[in-house]
């Protein structure tokens, strides 16, 4: 043992943190060159610790340099490194430096302040940086974690450079304090220049399937899973069918009868909120304002011509109302499925086109009415009511469910989380640079979204994959219902929160008191603007700085652009972002659809899907067509055999685990920026109120609601 060196023969201390990314970790060579605020300069500094293997993914490590006394208060980084090992890509996430000591402007020398980038020899590398060889290896690391520890924990004073970059071979990159900077005023403008042409070489707009969300032409190193385990969709299929009680389930392939499926929940399966009460009308209800599906639901102002409801049909379910008196009072809510109307499904199968009529009652609930299930009026295709057959009305409601199923996973889900959200991804990487305030607010926001679209494309979206076997429309009808809705869909109302409400004529809380879906994601959206606003008035506090932007003008027209860009609708301002208003909701709109409308539409599944008769993704036979009473076996017929309820369990189960962190808790900082950081901290307070109030509520609550519970609500769409 030795005597430990003295924190006064120390001038600095660096942390680097390599990025917790696919293929990040290097073994090449990585130098340094510190620069102060008077544009002094350290020597060439060599990172490396003799005995450690420095730089491996997810990893920090710490550097002791000393003999570089003579610099002001650091403000820029240049790091570079060279080729040398097996591995030599890098990602690097953060550069931190403690600075012991320096030397104000007066006290500094003319010579003093004259740049010195001479390369040191390979002793004075072991010098400057230091090896720790005096105390023993195993002391030494926890020393450095104990100083790790307190830097992070804000006890020692830090200078921080983000990086958040592939480091490429031989070229030098020069990192600044905080690293948030607009490009008028970015002293680096050859840089953050090839910068943006490499990443416009990596993210390129793919048309694949013409009348859907663009794509990215091919998944960057940057997006790749940290853990590819995490993620092996068909390695944990295969992992859960193989238990034993699903084996003995599968020596048969048809359900004897309804109560024979809760011998399948067991183990990894809990049994799916779901099953309970599924019969019942007032559930029904229930899941058009706090199901898998729960923007689709709009007040009835008038009943369609071809949805021929007469107050002999309904006068019984609305507590004495005439029809036109419960249309007037805005106590009738519709949900019309047209979009869905001679849609061409995998295999022949069929998806109704269906109409359902529902009576919002003063106790909170909202039950259903009527229900048609074709478009056109005829005998073969009756208005289905409360008081016909139970079996029969539970088959009406069943094949409705099976409609809204489509709907749901072709668009509330796929469309327009996913793949609208990659399409804005692309466009913000193809336009803003890595050190642009508005790239650091939305970075933490799409997080393996490219990753899991990838996979999905690959697993459940291939013929014969997950869709074509669980739904009964099949990729096919997938895609076809999502190009219709596409060419309609609009990010200043289907995207932003308060005019859908507002459009779908549902914002008022004393007809819906339990629109959960509402309610939640309203606070939430609130919140968000708070966030945004302030962050965003911080960067641009005179309309000069948002005028003479050029890569945020660039970004409005790779959103909007229908041929060299995304080509989506209604981007506020028309992607010009003349207004900061215009801005700000584009960036809300963006950051909530990759959190509260993804995990409003995901995290569900589970519970909605995995007891087929509640809500099924895949129905066979033919639709009733007339009210003859049915029995518990006409219902079984219709419903998917054990092998596809297996499937369905088990990747619902799946995809309604969580992949990332809760909102605000950001998995990867971007956001070092002294008013950015407060802001993030209001941001986080906020939520942490709302997340109080749902939780307070849902203890009053048979069945809670907590999907947008805001610790429940990822960051980014990552599963």
Request: aromatic share 10%.
């Given at each position: 043992?030795?005597?430990?060196?003295?924190?006064?023969?120390?001038?600095?201390?660096?942390?680097?943190?390599?990025g917790?990314?696919?293929?990040?970790?290097?073994?090449?060579?990585?130098?340094?060159?510190?620069?102060?605020?008077?544009?002094?300069?350290?020597?060439?500094?060599?990172?490396?610790?003799?005995?450690?293997?420095?730089?491996?993914?997810?990893?920090?490590?710490?550097?002791?340099?000393?003999?570089?006394?003579?610099?002001?208060?650091?403000?820029?980084?240049?790091?570079?490194?060279?080729?040398?090992?097996?591995?030599?890509?890098?990602?690097?996430?953060?550069?931190?430096?403690?600075?012991?000591?320096?030397?104000?402007?007066?006290?500094?020398?003319?010579?003093?302040?004259?740049?010195?980038?001479?390369?040191?020899?390979?002793?004075?590398?072991?010098?400057?940086?230091?090896?720790?060889?005096?105390?023993?290896?195993?002391?030494?690391?926890?020393?450095?974690?104990?100083?790790?520890?307190?830097?992070?924990?804000?006890?020692?004073?830090?200078?921080?450079?983000p990086?958040?970059?592939?480091?490429?071979?031989?070229?030098?990159?020069?990192?600044?304090?905080?690293?948030?900077?607009?490009?008028?005023?970015?002293?680096?403008?050859?840089?953050?220049?090839?910068?943006?042409?490499?990443?416009?070489?990596?993210?390129?707009?793919?048309?694949?399937?013409?009348?859907?969300?663009?794509?990215?032409?091919?998944?960057?190193?940057?997006?790749?899973?940290?853990?590819?385990?995490?993620?092996?969709?068909?390695?944990?299929?295969?992992?859960?069918?193989?238990?034993?009680?699903?084996?003995?389930?599968?020596?048969?392939?048809?359900?004897?009868?309804?109560d024979?499926?809760?011998?399948?929940?067991?183990?990894?399966?809990?049994?799916?909120?779901?099953?309970?009460?599924?019969?019942?009308?007032?559930?029904?209800?229930?899941?058009?304002?706090?199901?898998?599906?729960?923007?689709?639901?709009?007040?009835?102002?008038?009943?369609?011509?071809?949805?021929?409801?007469?107050?002999?049909?309904?006068?019984?379910f609305?507590?004495?109302?005439?029809?036109?008196?419960?249309?007037?009072?805005?106590?009738?809510?519709?949900?019309?499925?047209?979009?869905?109307?001679?849609?061409?499904?995998?295999?022949?199968?069929?998806?109704?086109?269906?109409?359902?009529?529902?009576?919002?009652?003063?106790?909170?609930?909202?039950?259903?009415?009527?229900?048609?299930?074709?478009?056109?009026?005829?005998?073969?295709?009756?208005?289905?009511?409360?008081?016909?057959?139970?079996?029969?009305?539970?088959?009406?409601?069943?094949y409705?469910?099976?409609?809204?199923?489509?709907?749901?996973?072709?668009?509330?889900?796929?469309?327009?989380?996913?793949?609208?959200?990659?399409?804005?991804?692309?466009?913000?990487?193809r336009?803003?640079?890595?050190?642009?305030?508005?790239?650091?607010?939305?970075?933490p926001?799409?997080?393996?979204?490219?990753?899991i679209?990838?996979?999905?494309v690959?697993?459940?979206?291939?013929?014969?994959?997950?869709?074509?076997?669980?739904?009964?429309?099949?990729?096919?009808?997938?895609?076809?219902?999502?190009?219709?809705?596409?060419?309609?869909w609009?990010?200043?109302?289907?995207?932003?929160?308060?005019?859908?409400?507002?459009?779908?004529?549902?914002?008022?809380?004393?007809?819906?008191?339990?629109?959960?879906?509402?309610?939640?994601?309203?606070?939430?959206?609130?919140?968000?603007?708070?966030?945004?606003?302030?962050?965003?008035?911080?960067?641009?506090?005179?309309?000069?700085?948002?005028?003479?932007?050029?890569?945020?003008?660039?970004?409005?027209?790779?959103?909007?652009?229908?041929?060299?860009?995304?080509?989506?609708?209604?981007?506020?301002?028309?992607?010009?972002?003349?207004?900061?208003?215009?801005?700000?909701?584009?960036?809300?709109?963006?950051?909530?659809?990759?959190?509260?409308?993804?995990?409003?539409?995901?995290?569900?599944?589970?519970?909605?899907?995995?007891?087929?008769?509640?809500?099924?993704?895949?129905l066979?036979?033919?639709?009733p067509?007339?009210?003859?009473?049915?029995?518990?076996?006409?219902?079984?017929?219709?419903?998917?055999?054990?092998?596809?309820?297996?499937?369905?369990?088990?990747?619902?189960?799946?995809?309604?685990?969580?992949?990332?962190?809760?909102?605000?808790?950001?998995?990867?900082?971007?956001?070092?920026?002294?008013?950015?950081?407060e802001?993030?901290?209001?941001?986080?307070?906020?939520?942490?109120?709302?997340?109080?109030?749902?939780?307070?509520?849902?203890?009053t609550?048979?069945?809670?609601?907590?999907?947008?519970?805001?610790?429940?609500?990822?960051?980014?769409?990552?599963?």
């Amino acid at each position: 043992m030795g005597v430990a060196l003295s924190k006064k023969s120390i001038d600095f201390e660096i942390i680097i943190k390599t990025g917790d990314v696919k293929g990040a970790g290097t073994d090449s060579n990585v130098y340094c060159v510190l620069i102060d605020e008077n544009e002094g300069k350290s020597r060439d500094l060599l990172l490396d610790v003799r005995w450690r293997n420095d730089f491996e993914k997810g990893s920090v490590d710490l550097f002791k340099i000393r003999n570089v006394p003579n610099l002001g208060k650091i403000r820029s980084i240049q790091l570079w490194r060279d080729k040398k090992g097996i591995g030599d890509d890098w990602f690097v996430e953060t550069i931190k430096i403690k600075q012991y000591a320096m030397k104000s402007n007066s006290e500094k020398s003319e010579k003093e302040k004259t740049p010195n980038n001479c390369i040191c020899n390979e002793d004075e590398k072991q010098n400057i940086v230091n090896n720790n060889n005096i105390d023993s290896e195993e002391k030494t690391i926890e020393k450095n974690k104990k100083i790790i520890n307190n830097i992070h924990s804000g006890l020692d004073p830090i200078l921080v450079f983000p990086c958040n970059r592939w480091i490429e071979p031989n070229r030098k990159y020069l990192l600044l304090q905080y690293d948030s900077v607009l490009p008028q005023f970015d002293p680096r403008k050859i840089q953050r220049s090839w910068e943006l042409d490499e990443k416009k070489t990596k993210y390129m707009f793919a048309d694949s399937i013409p009348g859907i969300p663009k794509g990215v032409k091919t998944c960057p190193v940057e997006e790749h899973f940290s853990n590819d385990y995490k993620w092996d969709i068909v390695g944990k299929k295969v992992k859960f069918l193989a238990q034993k009680k699903f084996t003995k389930l599968l020596t048969t392939n048809k359900w004897s009868n309804l109560d024979d499926m809760l011998d399948v929940y067991k183990g990894s399966f809990g049994i799916p909120y779901g099953y309970y009460n599924w019969k019942s009308d007032a559930s029904f209800g229930q899941q058009r304002l706090r199901g898998c599906n729960p923007t689709l639901i709009q007040l009835c102002t008038e009943i369609p011509e071809n949805f021929p409801v007469t107050d002999d049909l309904v006068e019984p379910f609305l507590d004495g109302l005439k029809l036109e008196e419960a249309v007037s009072g805005k106590e009738l809510y519709i949900v019309n499925l047209k979009i869905l109307e001679n849609l061409t499904c995998k295999d022949s199968r069929f998806v109704c086109p269906a109409m359902a009529l529902f009576h919002a009652k003063k106790n909170g609930d909202l039950l259903p009415i009527a229900i048609q299930l074709q478009q056109t009026p005829s005998e073969d295709n009756p208005i289905f009511l409360p008081n016909d057959p139970p079996y029969t009305w539970m088959l009406a409601k069943m094949y409705f469910n099976n409609a809204d199923c489509a709907l749901h996973q072709a668009c509330t889900h796929l469309g327009f989380t996913h793949l609208v959200v990659e399409s804005m991804c692309v466009a913000v990487h193809r336009s803003l640079s890595p050190s642009h305030p508005v790239f650091r607010l939305l970075a933490p926001h799409f997080l393996y979204l490219i990753a899991i679209n990838n996979l999905a494309v690959q697993k459940l979206l291939a013929p014969d994959g997950w869709i074509d076997v669980t739904m009964t429309m099949g990729v096919c009808g997938l895609f076809e219902i999502l190009k219709r809705t596409w060419k309609n869909w609009r990010l200043d109302v289907d995207g932003w929160l308060p005019k859908d409400l507002e459009v779908r004529g549902v914002g008022d809380t004393s007809s819906l008191p339990s629109y959960m879906y509402r309610d939640d994601s309203l606070m939430i959206h609130n919140a968000l603007v708070d966030y945004v606003t302030e962050i965003l008035t911080n960067i641009y506090d005179t309309p000069e700085k948002l005028n003479g932007d050029f890569e945020i003008k660039a970004f409005g027209a790779a959103l909007t652009d229908e041929v060299y860009g995304a080509g989506i609708k209604g981007v506020f301002g028309d992607g010009k972002f003349e207004k900061l208003d215009d801005l700000i909701k584009t960036i809300v709109s963006i950051i909530f659809l990759s959190s509260v409308g993804h995990a409003a539409a995901n995290f569900c599944q589970y519970d909605e899907y995995a007891f087929p008769p509640n809500y099924p993704a895949q129905l066979s036979g033919k639709i009733p067509t007339n009210k003859t009473a049915l029995t518990e076996q006409d219902i079984i017929y219709h419903l998917p055999n054990k092998d596809t309820t297996l499937n369905i369990m088990v990747v619902t189960k799946i995809l309604s685990d969580r992949g990332t962190n809760g909102l605000g808790d950001f998995e990867v900082q971007y956001q070092y920026e002294p008013k950015a950081v407060e802001a993030v901290e209001r941001f986080r307070t906020e939520l942490k109120e709302i997340s109080a109030k749902i939780k307070e509520r849902n203890k009053t609550m048979t069945v809670p609601y907590s999907y947008l519970d805001p610790e429940e609500v990822p960051n980014a769409i990552s599963i």
